[in-house]
C-alpha cells in the first residue's frame, strides 16, 4: 500500500501541473455561464466508512427546484450547459486529485459514495468496498459512465440506481478490491482515458467492462 500511496502521490501531482490550464479554463467557464462557487463540496464515505469533503466543480445550478435528489438523471435540468460539458468530459472530477494529495482518495479505487446511500442501501459485502481508499477511477466508475445514463432513464432516477445501478457498481467495486495492484490500476487508468477519449469522438456504445462476468458470480452469490 505504501507504493500504491507514492504511486498516487506522484501521479496527482503531476497531473495538477500539467492539466492546470484545463481548470483556469473550466473556473472562467463555470463563472462565466451560472452564477455561483465554482467548486462544488459534496460529503462522501471513505476508507473504513469515515465521511470526507470530495470537490468537483460545480455543474448544477445553485438555485435548484424542490427536485433535489442526490443522484443525477439523464438530461438532469439542474445541470447547466457548461457544466454539462464538463460533466461528459469528466473534467469536472479533476479536483479530487486534492483530495488525492490529502490522502481522501487514490487515484483508482472505488468511488465514494453518497453517506445516506451507504447507511440506508450497502450490505454487508458492499461495505468491504469501503476497505481500501475511494478513488477517481474504477471498474464501477467505468461501467457508470458507459452505461449508467440507460439505467437513469426514468421518472425516478434515483429508485432506478438503487436497484438497477448500484448493485451492478458494487459488485465490480468488489471485483477492483479482490484484485487490487499497481499494474491493476495503471490498466484501469488506462482505460478509462481511452474511453473519455472516445466518448469526446462520438462514440456512443461501449461494451461491458471484463469484470463483469466475475461481478455476476459476486452478485448472485451474495443473493438475499
Known sequence: MVVKRLFDICFATVAIVLLWPIFILAALGIRMTSPGPIFYRAKRT????????MYKFRTMHVEQSARCSVITA??????????NILRKLK??????????????????????????????????YQRKTLTVRPGLASPGSIYNYTHGSQLLKT?????????????????LESVYVQRVSLLYDLRIILRTIVIILATTLGFRHFPEPPEMALARQVLESNKS
Open 46 to 53: 471513505g476508507l473504513n466508512g469515515i465521511v470526507f469533503t
Open 74 to 83: 439523464h438530461d438532469d435540468p439542474r445541470v447547466f450547459g457548461f457544466g
Open 91 to 124: 473534467i469536472d472530477e479533476l479536483p479530487q486529485l486534492f483530495n488525492v494529495l490529502r490522502g481522501d482518495m487514490s487515484i483508482v479505487g472505488p468511488r465514494p459514495e453518497d453517506p445516506k446511500i451507504v447507511d440506508q442501501y450497502y450490505t454487508s
Open 155 to 171: 421518472d425516478t432516477p434515483e429508485t432506478a440506481y438503487i436497484q438497477n445501478l448500484l448493485p451492478i457498481k458494487l459488485a
